[in-house]
């Protein structure tokens, strides 16, 4: 049964983050693509995930991998066409599955038309489109670092990038850009899309004094600090025109700020995100400690709120969790358990249910001018390289691709993939789990256990993240449910944790 009878559907969802040029190739050029996509939906229902949002697959001159877009209502021929968009969308939707796309509302490229116009001479129309100064101050740019300003040479003045220079920043300020930004939503939500990430949302909003930030001196990026209001603003508006769509469609923000009572702000009164990336656990180590402390400060930071969470764990932006945790499989798949136990949305990053680990990345092999390739590898679907890719893979793959791949883990019931699969198929019966109180229960530092309910429905969850065994007493009698190892599933609960191993515990 589908997660979407819940109302509304992303609360109980689990959402797969597709990047595009790296989930199937079908037209064998070595970088993936919408066809490649489509021919592998079958991966995705059996998986049992609710929504795919893609990273962006508009035209684009790739300087920022897609996130330097120069058409919003197209799709650059690298992934196919829009008419492959379409097939996906209908596809999908035929599998239950809604599709959420890449709204990337903070810059476009420095190709896009408007950009081009904008710069062309001071009295262009569009001139005020983007941020052009005659003096720069000491904001700081995001990817390669350096100042936030770039000169133009042709209309000698400097104009403000958050991102790379070639990723000029819309003037969110001026009502025209709202206008046609507007269009670009519309554009998309008639065509179908159930909603959208929406790419560093706290950026658009700009202090309008252009004053110095004193954190800038010391090297942090304005995508850190940027928290201006009038981006709660335009979020308002987003959000009206969103919801002015039938079904539910939703937005999900990326909010780069490293503090979850900022990141709360977003929420607004119900009327700004639906939901917000929220990156402290994220950034956070194998760490029963660090990551208490997180789970507690979105139960107090967003609960009070009914701002509804996120979980995520691994990104495109980030190293994937294995390799954050030290390579260690058997942690990644007790990190699954977490992930997909805590109260709020999780996203599993694409790979992410085979474990994989980051690439490694050369000087030759180095695409990303931030070094971001590690989590980006294409997914391996056979066991025989190029493992379902043409001959040429546009990154290399990750370690063991092979007894990793799809087609290896397929019929394996101890492999990460079942264990995902079981996973998703658990949250599914479980309303405790989907949407249930989850309130902390007392154990050793080093396990964390916490209890999920729902009316008739509970769920206990136990992780233990040292490398010894630990007991988890507990008064009545409960039945392992899941197990991250697969160890004891269906068994009477031991009373006892092996090391590094997290369980679903059910009466
Ligand atoms: C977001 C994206 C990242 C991109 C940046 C600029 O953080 O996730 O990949 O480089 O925004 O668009």
């Known amino acids: 049964m589908p997660n979407s009878f819940h109302s509304p559907w992303w609360k109980s969802a689990v959402v797969y983050q597709v990047y595009p040029r790296s989930f199937a190739d079908a037209n064998g050029d070595g970088v993936g693509d919408l066809a490649g996509l489509i021919t592998r939906l079958d991966h995705l229902q059996r998986l049992g995930v609710d929504a795919l949002w893609l990273s962006p697959i508009y035209p684009s001159p790739m300087c920022d991998a897609g996130y330097d877009?120069?058409?919003?209502?197209?799709?650059?021929?690298?992934?196919?066409?829009?008419?492959?968009?379409?097939?996906?969308?209908?596809?999908?939707?035929?599998?239950?599955?809604?599709?959420?796309?890449?709204?990337?509302?903070?810059?476009?490229?420095?190709?896009?038309?408007?950009?081009?116009?904008?710069?062309?001479?001071?009295?262009?129309?569009?001139?005020?489109?983007?941020?052009?100064?005659?003096?720069?101050?000491?904001?700081?740019?995001?990817?390669?670092?350096?100042?936030?300003?770039?000169?133009?040479?042709?209309?000698?003045?400097?104009?403000?990038?958050?991102?790379?220079?070639?990723?000029?920043?819309?003037?969110?300020?001026?009502?025209?850009?709202?206008?046609?930004?507007?269009?670009?939503?519309?554009?998309?939500l008639a065509r179908g899309v159930d909603g959208f990430r929406v790419d560093v949302v706290h950026c658009v909003g700009k202090d309008q004094s252009f004053a110095d930030d004193p954190r800038c001196l010391a090297g942090e990026p304005m995508v850190k600090i940027n928290d201006q209001p009038y981006s709660h603003e335009v979020l308002r508006g987003l959000r009206r025109l969103v919801d002015s769509y039938p079904g539910d469609r939703v937005l999900i923000g990326e909010v780069n700020i490293r503090s979850t009572a900022r990141v709360a702000a977003y929420y607004g009164a119900s009327d700004e995100l639906h939901m917000s990336f929220n990156f402290p656990p994220l950034d956070a180590p194998w760490d029963p400690v660090v990551l208490r402390m997180c789970i507690r400060e979105v139960e107090a930071d967003l609960g009070p709120l009914q701002a509804w969470p996120t979980w995520v764990l691994s990104n495109h932006d980030n190293s994937r969790h294995r390799s954050r945790y030290g390579g260690s499989l058997r942690r990644a798949r007790a990190a699954a358990v977490m992930l997909l136990t805590l109260r709020g949305t999780p996203f599993i990053y694409q790979g992410e249910e085979l474990g994989l680990e980051d690439t490694v990345v050369t000087a030759r092999t180095r695409v990303d001018p931030g070094g971001r390739d590690g989590s980006r590898a294409p997914l391996p679907w056979t066991v025989q390289a190029p493992h379902g890719w043409g001959p040429t893979p546009w990154l290399p793959f990750a370690a063991d691709a092979d007894v990793l791949s799809v087609q290896a883990q397929e019929s394996a019931a101890?492999?990460?993939?079942?264990?995902?699969?079981?996973?998703?198929?658990?949250?599914?019966?479980?309303?405790?789990?989907?949407?249930g109180d989850w309130e902390e229960l007392p154990s050793h530092p080093q396990v964390l256990a916490y209890r999920r309910h729902h009316e008739a429905d509970e769920r206990l969850v136990c992780i233990n993240f040292a490398d010894s065994e630990h007991a988890f007493p507990l008064a009545t009698p409960w039945r392992v449910e899941i197990a991250s190892d697969g160890q004891g599933e269906g068994q009477p609960f031991s009373g006892r944790l092996d090391p590094e191993q997290a369980l679903i515990l059910c009466r």
Not at 414 to 431: F, I, K, N, V
Request: some cysteine.
């Open 69 to 188: 877009i120069c058409d919003y209502t197209d799709v650059d021929p690298l992934f196919g066409s829009l008419a492959d968009l379409d097939e996906l969308i209908a596809q999908a939707h035929e599998r239950g599955l809604k599709v959420l796309l890449d709204f990337v509302p903070n810059h476009t490229s420095d190709q896009h038309p408007w950009f081009i116009e904008s710069r062309a001479s001071r009295d262009n129309p569009r001139r005020d489109w983007y941020i052009w100064r005659d003096q720069p101050n000491n904001w700081r740019a995001s990817i390669e670092g350096g100042s936030a300003w770039t000169w133009d040479e042709t209309s000698q003045q400097y104009y403000l990038h958050f991102f790379l220079p070639q990723q000029p920043d819309l003037n969110w300020h001026h009502p025209q850009v709202v206008a046609a930004m507007h269009q670009v939503l519309h554009f998309w």
């Open 414 to 435: 101890d492999s990460t993939l079942a264990l995902y699969r079981r996973l998703l198929a658990c949250r599914r019966r479980s309303t405790a789990l989907c949407l």
